[in-house]
């Protein structure tokens, strides 16, 4: 307000009141985290540790169950934590993918009218819900895989003899993992590589090219099945049009101890995945029937009586309703199979805590590594928000 | 009103300006003064600055510059002051605003245990009182969504009157509420204002004004247009847009 | 002229006089899709019950029975076990009060309780536990007659301040005091025990601590307010098990030379931390859904911010948030059950160190079904009294006219 003549007394002013009190409140701030740090750095001296990241570049002495990336027990400790960081963001990935289908089918029997299909639904929905995600990661890993027999004795298929004496597996189920044939890039798999990043580039470009249309004729194009369609298309064209395969099929074969080749998914691996998506499917499902339930009954009604049939009032009507109230909520639960993929540490699977807790009980290094594993799980969840929001950003309903 | 020798300066307002940004001025140069005893009565459109006007008399809206003064306490940002000058007014709003998860007596009680650190029966018996004298007497141990609009209303008014307030503010008390139950609050604020109680009212209620205003303020553009008394005003208005905002209410 | 009617008219003739069959008709097999689900989920439905349920009951159960106690309540004396009951006994007297507000006559959920009890004192337990078994159910009948006969006022009063009393009172007898009771140490407590009291603490812990962080991120002080946020994205930003990891390795290291905290109080930091943070953004909501008016009325009757809070906002926001706290109640029994990857012998962490017994190897997954059960009771019950709770609430106390 304006100045006065004679001045307030510094308790009295509510604005001088306001600062003293936030200055007082940083003070207070800045000398317990300076009492704490100063406690923590002087047990660390104690046992003549001073925090530094120079162990980051030591040899890491670690031997993980798997990775995408490749690593040894020479790696250092740095390339250790890529590993657990990447173990994790590609099991979130899949994971999320998959849970959010399931969730959606899930959702849709929650729906259903068919009586048994819908107390099926509830009764999944209500058990997973009502259990620890800790529990349904053990009950896999430990009910389910290690109670399987080893891999010469397990569940197998299309077991034969190679050219050299070896036997060849097509399929195995054991409490190692899961292996199976697969298909494996080999060394003339770059001009395919090519082949395919032109088709994607064709694609988008019939993508383009039908928006434009929609705009222009105001009629409504198969946006997303012609694209899809050439996509494929060309690549499977491209596949058999070039002179030397570009991926070989790679058959498991049995070894003294282990399977090696194809595709092997480990028991941990699939632990953690089984896990994570029965547990948050059953969240999503929730999530997209209160978003489908909410929509006010008027509006199908309405879409109905201007003639609009089943599949387009969903289409048209329903779900971009749907979308706006579904996606924040939706959003946590992504951030969630994030995190909890550190539950992997609890079955073995080599995620990025999993490797920060092994590199803590080598190192000793827990400040450090706490604070480094903390950011980047924060990095994470606010990559992972950014991209929601201008997705939610995008589909809000204008309002005034 | 008392007679014009009992004249005393209750508020007073010099030169107040009230902005949001630079280009957003809400209250343009407000110099006006308020008589203890005196009923006015403020009209005006929507956004005009009217509420403004009497959300700066208790501290709700600060303002920028210019001065105000209430029962001789200087209105700036000395706690003290605002503290005081609170206590002495009441304010009742469009929404009514009472505290849901309180009974009505209990509602009207609270302020006056904890504040004016009465007792529980002293402050139960003068709620009481004021309960009957709005009207409202039997509803005191029902809950505020149990009450009709026109009962919270005045519900609301025994609330404010309940800590001895000098001056009341209402900001459209009748506003929100359905056509039959206008009348019970408008008469119940006719008894306050019978009764000596300086009021400073925003309202629609032309017929209010007319029959118990001393002083009816024009608010437009954020400035008092004109203020007048209710037969000179509604009359003989002087100023071309008070004939203009007459001319559009009046006739419907 | 009346008509009367004797049966539903919207029902069909074929509806009235086979009501079974229409049922299945319209439910199960009213169109082809819908048939074709009707039997494929049959079809599955008859294998899970004869691959999964089935041979469930083939399985050697001993090794629950054999180590229902560790299960329970971890490596508790057994001579002490009492203090347990007397707690259940405290809790079963509070929960007869509670459920004898605004009734005369028991709820079905207090039938349910005490045929559950019975049904428990059939099984093989010992004499002392099947006593304090029957003991808990009679508490419960025996204060529920009593509390009807009290006045409404004073009951209140009672059951606010027994149930506030309950987890400090626990605490106190279940650690015991040494010269009054012999002190049991926390490193005994295991089991289901752990995890209920883990939990219960950091639900009442975590919304005073919530509560300042959520009013601080609401203020208008910057630095407060920077500073509410920072703490509270970072802590739901990360993994709980990072967290715990904090209050188990860090923690020791930050307090001053000579405070050893034990591994429970380590662990309950990580978790009253955690979920102080989640409890913050759901007061923050609640905050928001108090409209400004509120505020505003209570400004201009003088009352002062501390006092504003006190009796105009909190009391509102607690009021609409107890389904969200009884919501709060099951994520945090979930969520405690990671207490077990810092070694703690929680309800999960005992099954690990069950199953190293080599007598009991082959019974991991019988323990680990059970507690599933355990925790699907437990948590159901709770979730769907919340339900309950919700619905009273949204009945009694403001009746919109």
Known sequence: MHSQSKSIPLWQDKYKRQRLSQFIFALVVIILTALIYGNIVDSLSKIGMIPSLKFLRMVSNIDIGESVIEVSNTSSNLRMIAAGFLNTISISFLAIIVSTILGLIIALCRLSSNWIINKLAVLYIEIIRNIPLLLLLLIWYRAFFLRL????????????????????LSFSLSNRGISMAWFKPNEHFQPWLIALVLSLVVAIGVLIFLKRREKLTAKEQRTILYPTLAFLALAVISYFLLPNAALTKEIPVMGKFNISGGLHVTAEWFSLFSGLILYTSAFIAEIFRAGIQGIPKGQIEAARSLGLSHMKTIRLVIIPQAKVVVIPPLTSQFLGVAKNTSLGVAIGFPDLFAITGTIINQTGRALEM????????LGLSLLTS????IYNRRVQIKER | MKADTQKEELIVFKDVHKWYTPEFEVLKG????????????IIGPSGSGKSTFIRTINALEEYQRGEIIVDGIPLDHNIKNINKIRSKIGMVFQQFNLFPHLSVLHNITLAPIWIRKLSKDEAETRAMELLDRVGVKAQALKYPNQLSGGEQQRVAIARSLAMDPELMLFDEPTSALDPEMIKEVLDVMTELADNNMTLLVVTHELGFAKAVADTVLFFDGGKIVEAAPPDEFFNNPKSDRTKLFLSQILNH | MALELQHDPFKTPREIEHPLLYWVHKNLFSSALNTALTLLSLTILY???????IPLFSWDWTVISANLKLILTGSYPMDQLWRVWFCLWYAALFFGLTFSMNRTRPPKVMYLILISILLLALLNFSLFNKVSMLATALLLFVSFFVGTQLAQQKKTIMVAGGWILLLPLSFFIIRGVG?????????LWGGLLLSLLISLTSIFLSLPIGLMLALGRRSSMKVVKSICIFLIETIRGVPLITILFIGYLILPMALPQGWSPSVFIRALTGVVMFHSAYMAEALRGGLQGISRTQYEAATSLNLGPTKTMAFIILPQVLKRMIPVLVNSFT???KDTSLISIIGMLDLIGISTSIVSNPKYLSGSAQVLFFEGALYFVLCFSISKASMVLEKKLGVTGNIKK
């Open chain 1, 386 to 389: 950014l991209v929601m929001n």
């Open chain 3, 47 to 53: 294998l899970l019950v004869t691959k999964s349920l």
């Open chain 3, 179 to 187: 010269g009054f009771l012999p002190v049991v140490k926390t490193n």
């Open chain 3, 331 to 333: 994520s945090a029994l």
């Open chain 1, 149 to 168: 027999p080893g891999i010469k004795t397990g569940i197998m298929a299309g077991e034969r003899l190679g050219p050299n004496g070896e036997t060849l």
């Open chain 1, 370 to 377: 706490i604070i480094l594993v903390m950011a980047i799980y």
């Open chain 2, 30 to 41: 407000i110099t006006h003064t308020i008589y203890r005893g005196e009923v006015s009565v």
